[in-house]
């Protein structure tokens, strides 16, 4: 898999990020066709005044589904064996996800989205049916195999941040690589530049604690690509933010994408999961609509 440049030129400035995000196409379209969309995000509150409406036209290239999928499922199945009782999580999922496509997974609170997205993120395992990466199957590996997969092709961003309260940023970013192996000085060397393409390299020295939430959601931004994995995988990661934060945040997915990095997102948001190409509707264990637009 080709090494994806991440945030090459992208230098944030929250001060310059607009509060409301341009949304991509929907829909498909002839490959390098231009599209128009519109998206409207209201704040916190929620009152109409403070809503606003932003028009883009942007170059949209479609999947080219003639490639192996990154990711694909066959007949996958999660079921939790709680004594007497059986709860059934998933069951009969086929999905195929494509290099290179942002995609959103929706459903209501218990719809089983959580469940898969610990299975694509290699934190679970199926208790049948069979799940690829890069068409190698990991429905079958041990945890030991499973971290490694975890390490080496999926960068994760969650709702909590996950950061460790006792390390600085540069160090929460640099842990992946050490992970990897990478020696003391490329570490460093790595961290330092997407802190400084997040826009939080004069906040590298800062523990957690110090850090807003939006400046923490970067910082794990920053840790789950700085080894450059083959899926972005983020779960609800505007869950804690506050409107400006998330459109922040938003933002650089967008720009991650745009450079042709593979990202699943997990959102109950409607208005979120319009910035994906296209959304996985989950529903009561299996997937109601796999190319549902919004």
Known sequence: MKEKLLLSNYKF???????????PPLQGG?????????????????????????????????????????????????????????VI????????????EFVAIMGPSGSGKSTLMHILGCLDTPTKGKYFIDD???????????????????????????LLPHLNVLKNVELPLMYSGFKSKERTKKAKEILKNVGLID?????????????????????????KPTIILADEPTGNLDSQSGNDVLAIFKELHNEGNTIILVTHDTQIAKIAQRIIYIKDGEVADGNLSL
């Open 13 to 23: 400035k929250s001060s310059n990020v607009n509060s409301t995000l341009l949304s």
């Open 30 to 86: 002839s490959m390098g066709e231009s599209f128009h969309s519109d998206l409207s995000i209201g704040t916190n509150d929620g009152t109409e005044a403070e809503r606003k409406i932003v028009s883009s036209t942007l170059s949209f290239e479609t999947i080219d589904r003639t490639k192996h999928p990154i990711i694909k499922t066959n007949s996958l199945e999660k079921v939790y064996d709680m004594g007497k009782v059986k």
């Open 89 to 100: 999580a998933l069951k009969n999922i086929d999905i195929e996800i494509y290099p290179g």
């Open 136 to 162: 190698t199957e990991v429905s079958l590996m041990h945890k030991n195999q499973l971290a490694k997969i975890r390490n080496q092709k999926v960068g994760f961003v969650f709702q909590t941040f996950n």
């Open 203 to 227: 906040r590298m020295t800062h523990k957690p604690s110090e850090l807003s939430g939006g400046q923490r959601q970067r910082v794990a931004i920053a840790r789950a690509v700085v080894t």
